[in-house]
């Protein structure tokens, strides 16, 4: 399957906020809501919101400062000015996961995972499950 005609919308931005609790609410005096939120011990994530706004029909994705998430650029190191770019990852709603993976690879893209990841994010009102297929750009170094 063509990567181009795989891809269905963009789904969503990342952010990192250096105090989550202040651009939740900043977001959400934007017009938008939670909808999901989880936290990853593995990479260090204590907490992480999608948040969705009806009314433009976009989603925004935040996350924790601590997280450790892999990012387009280099993170800052001990002892540097804050440099880490707040921009995580774009993500786009495809039809097949594991293809647009395949073609991402195919054309420049980095592997980030070996495979898919299937996620269940679980809200007051819905669960969600959800494949993830993590490719770094092609300009990342590794």
């Given amino acids: 399957m063509n990567l181009a005609k795989n891809i269905i919308g963009f789904h969503h931005v990342s952010i990192k906020a250096n105090d989550l ?3 939740i609410n900043f977001y959400q005096n934007l017009g ?3 909808v999901h939120g989880w936290s990853l011990p593995e990479i260090n994530m204590q907490k992480c919101v ?6 433009i029909n976009y989603y925004l994705e935040i996350c924790d400062k601590g997280a450790q998430m892999p990012t387009q650029g280099r993170a800052r190191k001990d002892g540097d000015e804050y440099i ?21 690879l195919k054309y420049g893209a980095k592997e ?13 009102e819905k669960s969600v499950k959800v494949t993830n297929s993590l490719v770094y ?5 590794l």
């Fill in 112 to 124: 980030l995972s070996e495979s898919a990841i299937e996620l269940e994010l679980t809200s007051v």
């Fill in 137 to 141: 750009g092609p300009n990342e170094k």
């Fill in 21 to 23: 609790d202040t651009t």
């Fill in 84 to 104: 880490e770019n707040a921009l995580l990852h774009m993500c786009f709603t495809v039809k097949n996961a594991a293809a647009a993976r395949t073609e991402a």
């Fill in 32 to 34: 938008f809501s939670t």
């Fill in 50 to 55: 999608m948040m969705y706004n009806r009314s």
